[in-house]
């Protein structure tokens, strides 16, 4: 079965560089989630998608930004990047029909900045 | 205080030994209930979800909530070396328009460890 799909698998930045992470939700899902996950962290929510409209945002940093495209998948703009910006960046998708709401995850990106 | 907490471990068992990993959540607007597993630097993987008290067995998987406490666990009966890994409770409710189901909130992760 398709999962979703995230691109690239691992980024090396610059401090003050930009970066761009893209997921593609699994085929029919209609909402899109983005989490980052510090080293040894739960993941935390940043921000989500539905109908390629935002639907909830979570402790993201104004220099991100992210948005849902007409096919669904999605990407996070990710620009002065710092040092602490280092971690996993994780998208999950899920076909919010009435209240169920079950994610399903990607594989995540790894960005380390430097 | 965390909205979720999670019996943070790490737990080191032997293989068929029954694993019982442990969170609680403070707000009772919270409605689905899921069990993660997440191997190193790997996604977290879809264990098993459910939005009522009660049992839900799936294999040798068993999720239980007790929303009247706001407690829920996950146990592992006959564990296996494959298991060794963090298990994620995640909690959802609505969003901030309370129009849907959003982000998930999740505990702070139990590494556990099955030796053969």
């Known amino acids: 079965a398709a999962g979703v799909i995230q691109s690239p698998r691992h980024l090396i930045k610059e401090k003050r560089e930009t970066a761009t992470l893209k997921c593609y939700p699994i085929?029919?899902?209609?909402?899109v989630y983005w989490y980052q996950q510090g080293p040894g962290q739960d993941p935390q929510f940043l921000i989500s998608?539905?109908?390629?409209?935002?639907?909830d945002k979570g402790s993201i940093p104004d220099r991100f930004s992210a948005q849902q495209f007409s096919d669904y998948h999605s990407e996070l703009n990710m620009s002065s990047l710092e040092l602490g910006d280092s971690a996993l960046y994780f998208c999950?998708?899920?076909?919010?029909?009435?209240?169920?709401?079950?994610?399903?995850f990607g594989a995540g990106t790894r960005l380390s900045v430097l | 205080q965390k909205e979720v907490e999670q019996d943070p471990g790490p737990l080191s068992v032997p293989e068929g030994a029954i694993v019982s990993l442990n969170c609680t959540y403070s707000?009772?607007?919270?409605?689905?209930f899921m069990w993660y597993r997440q191997y190193s630097r790997k996604g977290p993987e879809l264990l098993m979800y459910?939005?009522?008290?009660g049992n839900k067995e799936d294999g040798r998987f068993t999720a239980q909530v007790d929303k009247s406490s706001k407690y829920i666990s996950l146990f592992i009966r006959d564990s296996q070396p494959s298991d060794s890994a963090t298990y994620l409770c995640?909690?959802?409710?609505?969003?901030?328009?309370?129009?849907?189901?959003?982000?998930?909130?999740f505990g702070q992760g139990t590494i556990l460890t099955v030796h053969p």
């Open positions: 459910t939005y009522s008290s």
């Open positions: 085929p029919r899902h209609d909402t």
């Open positions: 998608f539905y109908e390629k409209m935002q639907s």
């Open positions: 999950a998708s899920s076909w919010t029909s009435g209240s169920i709401n079950i994610q399903y």
């Open positions: 995640a909690i959802s409710g609505l969003n901030a328009g309370g129009t849907s189901y959003g982000k998930l909130t």
């Open positions: 707000n009772s607007a919270f409605q689905y």
